[in-house]
Each structure stands twice: as structure tokens, then as C-alpha cells.
């Protein structure tokens, strides 16, 4: 089993940045692939981005590529989200999951833990 807790949520101005992280813990972390998606009221979970066991290689979705940063720290057994010039439309719960892949992974039933949500709210 591994445990996800994620912090840094809240309320940011529109332009703003916060940056979330995903505390892990049980098994090894660096063996798993780790990804963050986000679910605002009335859709579905979405995407956002997701890095490698080693950190070497991250994927993005096309809405938060060149404004939201994945990395991670295996020594901290953390992973981040880095969200820069934020906006009114990313309010959402944001959630991290971990992949026993150890790949790139952009749907949710290839991840195998998840954290509990971390809300973050843009104004306008």
C-alpha cells in the first residue's frame, strides 16, 4: 500500500501560483510512476501531468502545458505541482496518484493509489 497525502491547495488571484505537494509513504516511491489530475464539480477527473519512477521523463495535458510543472524528490518521497499564471477555470480538487507502472500514465485505471484532494480556488 502506499499513502498519499497532498498539501499547498487554496485561494490564489487569477495569474497567481501555487504549488501543491504529495507526501508518500508505505512502499518505496521511487518505484512508482506519479501523476496529478484535477475534478471540478460536475465533470470528470482530468488529467494534468504525470513523471516518471526516475523523474526523467513528464508528460502534460495540452490546458497546463507551459504554465503547470511536475517534479519530484525520491529522497523526500514527494512529488510537486508547480501551477504558474493560473486561472479562473483551473478550480478544481486536485488529486495525486501513484502508477506501479513506474511509466507515464494519463488515465485514471492505470493508477493505483490516490490521495484524498487538495481544493484549490481561483478568483477572477
Known amino acids: 500500500q502506499v499513502q498519499l497525502v497532498e498539501s499547498g491547495g487554496g485561494l490564489v488571484q487569477a495569474g497567481g501560483s501555487l504549488r501543491l505537494s504529495c507526501a508518500a509513504s508505505?512502499?518505496?516511491?521511487?518505484?512508482?510512476?506519479m501523476g496529478w489530475f484535477r475534478q471540478a464539480p460536475g465533470k470528470e477527473r482530468e488529467f494534468l501531468a504525470a513523471?516518471?519512477?526516475?523523474?526523467?521523463?513528464?508528460y502534460y495535458a495540452d490546458d497546463v502545458k507551459g504554465r503547470f510543472t511536475i517534479s519530484r524528490d525520491n529522497a523526500k518521497n514527494t512529488v510537486y505541482l508547480q501551477m504558474n499564471s493560473l486561472k479562473p477555470e483551473d478550480t478544481a480538487v486536485y488529486y495525486c496518484?501513484?502508477?506501479?507502472?513506474?511509466?507515464?500514465?494519463?488515465?485514471?485505471?492505470?493508477?493505483?493509489?490516490w490521495g484524498q484532494g487538495t481544493q484549490v480556488t481561483v478568483s477572477s
Open positions: 508505505g512502499r518505496t516511491f521511487s518505484n512508482y510512476g
Open positions: 496518484a501513484a502508477s506501479e507502472t513506474g511509466r507515464v500514465v494519463t488515465t485514471t485505471v492505470n493508477y493505483d493509489y
Open positions: 513523471i516518471t519512477r526516475s523523474g526523467w521523463s513528464t
